[in-house]
């Protein structure tokens, strides 16, 4: 029997790793890297599910960015009601395309990591694709 402690589901969502074994990484490169923050591993280096469940399984990101770039603008705007006092249109806009351009990298992760989370199968041995 293993002593090992299986990771929570929310710590791998957080550290994006495999939604599988929750060990593995799922990106290759730190979400600092200025060209490669978008590049994943094909399958999991670890228990080897393939990441991309089917063809164009990614589109859907689309949409769990697009509900993170609407929370973002919400919440932007609100702070600078707030701290504002209310201000021009202007003031709004240009502190929304500034929040949305400096998080858009997290953005893009955790959009395909929550994704990936919500629809891949259990740890099963049927439904792991391996490498060959």
């Known amino acids: ?3 090992q402690v299986t990771p929570s589901k929310f710590s791998s969502i957080i550290k ?3 939604p599988t074994c929750r060990t593995g990484e799922v990106f290759t490169h730190p979400v ?3 060209n490669d923050y978008n590049k994943m591993h094909e399958y999991c280096p670890v228990c080897g599910l393939r990441y991309e469940l089917e063809i164009g399984f990614f589109w859907g990101a689309m ?3 697009y509900a993170f770039n609407v929370a973002l603008s919400v919440n932007v705007g609100i702070a600078v009601y707030i701290l504002g006092h209310n201000p021009d249109v202007w003031v709004y806009m240009s502190a929304i395309i500034v929040g949305i ?5 997290l953005n893009f992760r955790y959009a395909r990591i929550l994704l990936l989370h919500m629809f891949a199968p259990k740890f099963d041995k049927n439904f792991i694709d391996k490498k060959d």
Not at 101 to 105: A, N, P, V
């Open 1 to 3: 029997m293993s002593n």
């Open 16 to 18: 994006c790793k495999c």
């Open 32 to 34: 600092t890297s200025w």
């Open 63 to 65: 949409y769990v960015g």
């Open 101 to 105: 351009i400096l998080t858009y990298r």
